[in-house]
């Protein structure tokens, strides 16, 4: 049974819904702190107050998305007010649906700032030994199958998530010196408002995608299962891997 305890510091990006704060809750519930980041500070003390050891949670308003470049220099801070890192979690994420043909550079820039840019700066500053506990310390990067798939309309997204599932792999190799994994996991179409709320996908893409699903969507709940365990360490030598989560949805779409 994996189990944490209050002293173990967990950061999550994206706290603010969906993956992120399931996640969170989840870390939570099994006994850890977490430090929730997001853009909205509303959302973020409502998934405080949400969760089921509020005390456990810190919310932290934050725009990644801003000063990309000293995001490694703003770890520093928060583990100056609050503790060493035993995990981080990067489930901040941008998506949109756009042909090649209409797409502009400069979204496409803001999709891998966010997607991208923003979690190579956060690795950078949790890898940092004054910032994570050493051994015992893991990484879970929030990826998506779209990076192993040929899906159209989202191209730039997919090879945002592409890059990130690579950049992982390597940077396995380098942060294992410091007793740090590093993993990426690809999940497939997830029930969360980002998926509903989308302009960019309509009802009848929703219910043509749902068949490919042999059971059915996945939940933010079932991604925070996965994290969790690579977050423990009952995965202690799983470490530079992308694991799929999407119910066997990939065979179908291939």
């Not at 799929?244 to 779409?253: K, L, P």
Request: charged share 20%; proline share 2%.
């Amino acid at each position: 049974m994996i189990e944490f305890n209050k002293n173990d510091l967990f950061l999550i990006t994206g706290a603010n819904s969906g993956i992120g704060k399931a996640i969170a809750h989840k870390i939570i519930k099994l006994g850890g702190t977490v430090i929730g980041v997001g853009r909205n500070s509303e959302k973020l003390n409502i998934a405080k107050n949400e969760s089921e050891h509020p005390d456990h949670y810190i919310a932290v308003q934050k725009d990644l998305a801003i000063d990309i470049e000293f995001l490694d220099k703003w770890i520093d801070e928060i583990t100056s007010s609050f503790g060493k890192l035993k995990g981080l979690i990067l489930s901040a994420g941008m998506q949109y649906t756009m042909p090649i043909s209409a797409d502009k550079i400069n979204n496409a820039k803001s999709l891998f700032d966010i997607n991208f840019f923003s979690n190579v700066a956060i690795i950078k500053g949790f890898a940092k030994k004054s910032n994570n506990i050493g051994n015992g310390s893991s990484i879970v990067a929030i990826s998506s199958f779209t990076a192993e798939l040929g899906l159209g309309g989202i191209s730039i997204y997919s090879a945002s998530k592409a890059a990130l599932n690579s950049f992982v792999r390597s940077a396995a190799v380098e942060l294992a010196k410091s007793k740090i994994r590093i993993n990426s996991i690809s999940a497939g179409h997830v029930q969360t408002t980002l998926l509903s709320d989308s302009k960019g996908f309509s009802k009848i893409f929703l219910e043509k995608i749902s068949g490919r699903y042999p059971l059915g969507l996945g939940t933010p709940e079932d991604i925070a299962n996965l994290t969790c365990f690579l977050l423990s360490d009952q995965s202690r030598w799983i470490n530079g891997s992308n694991i799929i989560i999407d119910g066997g949805a990939h065979i179908n779409f291939l």
